[in-house]
């Protein structure tokens, strides 16, 4: 596989349910990122890794918990969410350095719904 | 006010027209700036990214940055019914936060 791989692709859970979201990255890359995309409304940056380690997180609810056990894998633990949650949920990621352009790679995204 | 502010459109032309999106920013510490092209149900993907005052022509694209003014441009020549998607601008102010704007719905007439 190529690129930035997301799974599932879609995922309906209640708002009780625990459930996980899965990207993997195949550029040697060393920067992961979740964004989340509402509706009419900019992406909005999640949690950013670099080298596994987390160096940005956006005031984001303590009901999404992101992993990164390495450098090609990033996971968006999800808990008690709300149906306000429901989003598109893109996992992106970039070689970030001084020669680099900054540009982002993006997987198809997980369609999330919360009933 | 919102960091990246764009024109939700949509933005309507006639195939073969000069489509003009445009896109203003609030933090003047903007390193790099940034199209991206998302049709409908896929992911967005880089159309350009320009860094420096002026123009930079890629193909029938070409972005326009005014630092001044704060101001960035993506012209579309000789539109096809296919540039018909949302455009995303988009801004990194240096290391790994890139902030983008809600999009501009382009609709290209056949």
């Known amino acids: 596989e190529t690129g930035v791989t997301q799974t599932p692709r879609h995922l309906v859970m209640g708002m009780t349910n625990k459930k996980s979201l899965k990207c993997e990255q195949h550029l040697g890359h060393n920067a992961m990122y979740w964004y989340k995309q509402s509706a009419k409304k900019p992406l909005e940056l999640m949690f950013v890794y670099s080298l596994e380690e987390r160096v940005e997180n956006n005031s984001v609810p303590s009901r999404f918990s992101p992993e990164c056990p390495n450098s090609s894998h990033l996971f968006l633990h999800l808990h008690t969410l709300q149906p306000e949650d429901s989003a598109l949920y893109l996992c992106a990621s970039s070689q970030v350095g001084t020669a680099n352009t900054g540009e982002l790679f993006f997987g198809e995204g997980s369609r999330l719904t919360v009933l | 006010q919102k960091e990246v502010e764009q024109n939700s459109g949509p933005l309507s032309v006639p195939e073969g027209a000069i489509a003009s999106l445009n896109c203003t920013y609030s933090d003047r510490g903007s390193q790099s700036f940034f199209w991206y092209r998302q049709y409908s149900g896929k992911s967005p993907e880089l159309i350009m990214f320009i860094y420096s005052n002026g123009d930079k022509e890629d193909g029938r694209f070409t972005a326009q940055l005014n630092k001044a003014s704060q101001y960035v441009s993506l012209l579309i020549r000789d539109s096809q019914p296919s540039d018909s998607a949302t455009y995303l601008c988009?801004?990194?102010?240096?290391?790994?936060?890139?902030?983008f704007g809600a999009g501009t719905r382009l609709f290209v007439k056949a």
């Open positions: 988009a801004l990194n102010t240096g290391g790994f936060k890139t902030i």
